[in-house]
């Protein structure tokens, strides 16, 4: 990169500090805890402290790349497509008519890449390491299925109109858990579950293929209580997202086990279809939620989406070359120029339709860029590489991010810090050992 000649020239230049630094020498063990801790404090700390801690480990990445001694930076092909996305929301930033609102929006967005830089740049030079990051992660969630559960017994009241009551019986309300995470909502503790589901998962074949079956039975437990959890909040999209986990769970499975256990592999998907077709015949409110998906505009919350849809169109259309600027708060300034009477909204309930109107169509198609290439070159790794290691790591982040996008399409948490920061923690371990793969195979 252009970059690695100025770092080699800094490097050179404060070599002598660097070797008489206690401090400089252990950044790498104070980059990894800054990372482990932002997933630590996602689920009960603001917006503002968790990204505070994302950019405390920007900060010392950026200075370990200022000194120490041949560290340099690398990109695969789709950090190229990120790296045009970014181009393009600066452009972006400069000719938004709130310039303002969009630069704190901005920021918001270069923590988020900044982090990722962070974690990929880490885990390039310590790949050994990102059993602990999904160990995190599956903390983290195993912590927020508990206390959904604990709320569910509880019976906890909804703090704003998150179900549409009007046409149910009493048996089909449901009780949408929330959990810690901040703002308190159902549909974020979705989204966060379809981002972290996939880690317990992915940590559970870790520890099987080390013959730690305790830990490997823990973790595959935890992954089932996190998927019932995922249901108990209610959330339709995440519902969408966890059939996109099942999905991309047993195609993974099929690659090891469809040649010698077809049978028992099929008898397991057969097991998984009769759960699931049992709970949807015999939990009411399960069933009514599930339904609801289809009622289109009779729906409340469905036809809501769809005017917001008509009227983010409309926005896009208006500003299709260079969008609105980034962030929440620019968009709800904008929105109210469009938005039909009684119909306010904080997004546009799309995270592409989102990502066009904020920073236009240019933005889009490199950011679809980015998650098509990223995603083509995990599922290479899964199909062609030898180390099982591997293949398990990209089989969680890939799941997890086409997870993340298929769910994106009807709600716009993926934006919220909580989901973002998994996000980019996966495409970081895709990344970094796509890099390590094409270096083995001569690329």
Same mark, same amino acid.
């Given at each position: 990169m252009m970059f690695n000649s100025l770092f080699k020239f800094t490097q050179e230049k404060l070599n002598i500090l660097y070797e008489n630094s206690l401090f400089l020498q252990n950044l790498d063990r104070l980059i990894f805890i800054s990372i482990i801790v932002v997933f630590l404090l996602s689920t009960v700390m603001s917006s503002d402290v968790i990204g505070f801690v994302a950019l405390i480990a920007v900060f010392l990445t950026f200075v370990q790349l200022l000194t120490k001694p041949n560290d340099k930076c690398e990109a695969n092909k789709f950090e190229l497509w990120l790296l045009a996305y970014f181009m393009i929301v600066i452009i972006s930033l400069a000719g938004s008519s709130l310039f303002a609102l969009s630069l704190k929006g901005f920021m918001k967005t270069v923590t988020y890449l900044g982090f990722y830089v962070s974690v990929v740049h880490y885990l390039k030079n310590h790949k050994y390491h990102i059993p602990y990051i999904l160990t995190a992660i599956g903390v983290c969630v195993s912590f927020e299925s508990i206390v959904g559960f604990m709320q569910n017994f509880a019976h906890v009241d909804e703090i704003s109109t998150w179900q549409d009551v009007s046409k149910l019986n009493p048996e089909q309300v449901m009780t949408r858990v929330y959990g810690t995470l901040l703002p308190l909502n159902p549909n974020l503790l979705g989204g966060y579950f379809v981002a972290g589901i996939p880690a317990l998962f992915g940590m559970s074949a870790f520890f099987a293929i080390g013959k730690r079956y305790k830990r490997a039975i823990i973790s595959l437990v935890l992954g089932f209580l996190s998927i019932i959890a995922l249901f108990l909040t209610g959330c339709r999209g995440?519902? +969408?997202g966890c059939m996109v986990i099942v999905l991309g769970l047993f195609l993974v499975c099929g690659k090891f086990f469809w040649n010698k256990f077809k049978k028992w592999f099929i008898s397991v998907i057969a097991l998984c279809f009769a759960l699931g077709t049992s709970a949807l015949l015999f939990v009411s409110s399960l069933r009514a939620r599930v339904l609801s998906i289809f009622a289109m505009r009779q729906d409340s919350s469905n036809s809501f989406r769809f005017n917001v849809y008509q009227s983010s169109?409309? #926005?896009?259309?208006?500003?299709? /070359? /260079? %969008? !609105?600027? &980034? %962030?929440?708060?620019?968009?709800?300034? !904008?929105? %109210? /120029?469009y938005m039909r009477t009684g119909f306010d909204a904080l997004s546009s309930y799309n995270i592409f339709l989102e990502t066009a109107v904020e920073s236009g169509i240019f933005a889009l198609i490199t950011f679809l860029g980015f998650i098509i290439v990223m995603v083509k070159d995990g599922i290479k790794v899964i199909l062609k590489s030898e180390n099982l290691t591997d293949i398990i790591f &990209? =089989?969680? $982040? &890939? !799941? =997890?991010?086409?997870? #993340?996008? !298929?769910? %994106?399409? &009807?709600d716009t948490v993926f934006f919220r810090p909580q989901i973002q920061f998994i996000f980019w923690a #996966?495409? $970081? +371990?895709?990344s970094a050992i796509a890099v390590n793969n094409n270096e083995t195979a001569g690329e």
């Open positions: 995440a519902y +969408i169109v409309q #926005m896009f259309k208006d500003n299709w /070359l /260079l %969008g !609105i600027g &980034v %962030g929440n708060k620019n968009f709800r300034e !904008i929105y %109210g /120029l &990209v =089989s969680t $982040a &890939v !799941i =997890s991010i086409c997870a #993340m996008m !298929i769910h %994106g399409l &009807v #996966m495409a $970081a +371990i895709v």
